[in-house]
């Protein structure tokens, strides 16, 4: 990219850096340090401002970047990321979103450990969360490397590896000293940025086109090399068997996995009510869903005038479809109207990464202060002190993630976050709905739901493609490929519901009627929740 790219990208993303830095500082000054300010943002947010909160944390660079990459390298097998994301919402809209609220306080483990006991169930939550939000993580730091790569040209991996520590520092400030309330309005300033940016471009590509649909697809379908095959099942996961269950595999962890994703169930924490949590729910999936429906335009577009081709010469797994496309929207490399909108669209990118991690932060270092720390306290750990330890650990996860994001460089941003939902729908999703709707559930039933699926989803990550033996994997040059799915979930989310009901019928300890009642009770009326 030319110097005018650069300095007007960076301009712009200083300016939204000083503006949330902005935020932060002054929410600091005001805040009174308590945990409920720090983890739930003291619950003063309204329905439209937590549903753009929402929409902000869960649109991620996954989905502006890699969604957008998928669809314009493989046609209608990328879409299934974008249905696969909004359908979820619908999960946590029915099954989530007021039940969690009325249930917990702060963190999953809340909601868990309402009739168990608690210190078992608070580490393995609290440890499947950190796992979780570390795999999320990842992804967001590999979308920034993208962008720096494309923006300096491609000329050299120090500036990228800089430019992915800085977006870790800034997370880590934004979350040290802002904790939830400065999150949240990071997120909402960047949820309308990232909204605005996706309807002028949308415009703009249909635009192009006269407004003729037929004429993008079948333009897009005669530059991606396959013909009528890019508009039909099956060119990315079509070609045997293996590549089907993986399919299968990866709808299964984008609808279920939403729905225990850390950062977007202490969301419903911030609002007073449990009515105002589902209306932030409705909120979020009339935003969203306008957001995926134009990403199928902007892939379909960037197929249509960039090409796969020139898409894969700058990032071969498309994760550069977006800047690509703006910058020829706007007349091309060396015009005005192409540099101003590449920049814009750039900022926005870095904008969304920023934001997203130091969502995905928060509910990591409340996992590790909350639940983890607070256990190995026995339950006697201060307020204050919990935060401290929350401020610390947002330290070393951001240190985590920086160095992993660094090792998975080269792989699809939207691949790595679906990995990251068949963990959670693995791990997550089998305890919180036995823990809602199972009578009978008991503490030995919660352990090995989580570590049932936990352990397997992970081991089977580790033994698969996605880490050796092939040449887009993390290791190419060593083959321990013994799995032959790029997504676990389809074993290892059954595998988690199997555990937790075969820890539950083994165990000698007596269900807690009494406590179930009450959970019941509190999760479908309200009544004594926080």
Known sequence: MTGHHQTLTFGLFSVFVVVTLAITTWVSRHRRGSAEEFYAGGRLFSPMENGFALAGDYVSAASFLGVTGLIALFGYDGLLYAVGFLVAWLVVLFLVAELVRNCGRFTLADVIAARMSERPVRIAAGTSSVTVSVLYLVAQMVGAGSL?????????????????????????????????????????????????GTVALTVLVLVRFHGDIDRMLLTAAERSGHGKAFLAPGLKYGGDWTARLDFISLGLALVLGTAGLPH???????????????????????????FYLMTIVLGLGAAAIVGPEALRRSNAAGNTAVPLLALDLGGGADSTGGTVLFAVVAAVAFATILAVVAGITLASSASVAHDLYASL???????????????????????????????????????????????????????????????????RGAVWAVYGGLIPALGLVALSPVVSGSPGSLFPDVDFQYFPLQNPGIVSIPLGFLAGWLGTVTSAEAPDEAGYAETEVRSLTGAGAV
Do not use: C, H
């Open 148 to 196: 720096v790569a494309l923006l300096l040209g491609r000329t050299g991996e120090a500036a990228q590896a800089w430019t992915v520590i800085g977006v870790g520092a800034l997370m880590v400030i934004y979350v040290s000293l802002g904790g939830m309330r400065a999150t949240t309005w990071i997120q909402i300033v960047k949820a309308v940025l990232l909204l605005s």
């Open 264 to 290: 977007i169930l202490s969301r419903f924490y911030t609002v007073p009510t449990a009515r105002a949590a589902r209306r932030s729910t409705v909120w979020s999936i009339g935003l969203i869903g306008g």
């Open 377 to 443: 306290r026995r339950g006697r750990a201060e307020p204050r002190s919990e935060v401290t330890v929350a401020r610390a650990a947002a330290v070393g996860i951001g240190v985590v993630a920086i160095a992993l994001g660094l090792l998975a460089r080269d792989l699809n941003v939207a691949f790595l976050v679906g990995l990251a939902f068949a963990v959670a729908a693995s791990a997550n999703l089998p305890v919180l709905l036995y823990s809602l709707f199972w009578r009978g559930f008991t503490t």
